[in-house]
């Protein structure tokens, strides 16, 4: 989700929900700022928008017991351009509202007193703008969880105040050209790759002593591994 159950930094995101090929599973779910489509299938690859969410909330305490759907229907009934109710207890829910209707909080304070009963807290709590800082951090969470799955060239940037940007090249898998010393039998590479118990593997001979070896994205540990392998099982490597 991608990657990160990025819990980023102290800040709140919109959620989305992104499956990119040869990556774990990235949940978050929603519809992303500026029109663009999350989860953008190219050639594998995503696109991901992370925004910050700075949307209010409501949190109400009743007097009595209190059902959700009657709550739902108290607020649909207002017209909100947009809702969503958790039960925190029996008595206690939090409402999130679009950042328009913030001030209709006296109205919805009526409504639910009129038609669900008394109220005995009601609070509108506003969510802070993130600060360059932040967002900084947020940034290079994200790159840094990015970078342990080897990726090749992701774009990770801010965008605007309180968006992060996230472009990952499609998830094709890792490519490690190797030059060895002196001279390798294909099969003996091959004996040595099967011990590592890859995903899978593919070994292409450029020459005498140089291959490519294809296999599913490595982070920087399983590089390391591979390399330390290669030199233990195959040989001295010279690039």
């Known amino acids: 989700m991608l990657i990160l159950g990025v819990a980023l930094v102290a800040l709140g995101f919109r959620e989305l929900h992104v499956h990119v090929p040869g990556f774990p599973r990235l949940d978050r779910a929603g519809t992303g700022p500026l029109g663009l489509k999350l989860g953008l299938d190219l050639r594998g690859g995503g696109h991901l928008v992370y925004q910050a969410d700075t949307d209010p909330r409501v949190e109400v305490t009743f007097a009595q017991p209190a059902e959700m759907s009657k709550i739902q229907e108290v607020l649909g009934s207002l017209g909100l351009a947009d809702f969503s109710v958790v039960s925190r207890s029996d008595r206690t829910f939090t409402v999130k509202l679009v950042q328009r209707d913030a001030g209709r909080g006296q109205q919805l304070r009526s409504a639910l007193g009129e038609r669900i009963g008394s109220i005995s807290s009601f609070q509108v709590k506003e969510q802070p703008i993130p600060t360059p800082e932040q967002m900084e951090?947020?940034?290079?969470?994200i790159k840094r969880r990015v970078n342990l799955f080897g990726t090749e060239e992701p774009i990770i940037q801010q965008f605007g105040d309180d968006r992060v940007i996230v472009?990952?090249?499609?998830?094709?898998?890792?490519?490690?050209?190797?030059?060895?010393?002196?001279?390798?039998?294909?099969?003996?590479?091959?004996?040595?790759?099967?011990?590592?118990?890859?995903?899978?593997?593919?070994?292409?001979?450029?020459?005498?002593?140089?291959?490519?070896?294809?296999?599913?994205?490595?982070?920087?540990?399983?590089?390391?591994?591979?390399?330390?392998?290669?030199?233990?099982?195959?040989?001295?490597?010279?690039?």
Do not use: C, W
């Open 167 to 239: 472009q990952l090249p499609g998830a094709s898998g890792s490519r490690s050209e190797v030059v060895f010393k002196g001279d390798v039998t294909v099969e003996k590479l091959h004996g040595a790759l099967q011990g590592l118990a890859l995903e899978r593997f593919a070994i292409d001979q450029q020459g005498p002593r140089a291959f490519r070896i294809r296999t599913a994205s490595l982070n920087e540990r399983e590089r390391q591994e591979l390399r330390d392998t290669l030199v233990e099982k195959v040989g001295a490597i010279e690039s």
């Open 137 to 141: 951090g947020v940034v290079n969470t």
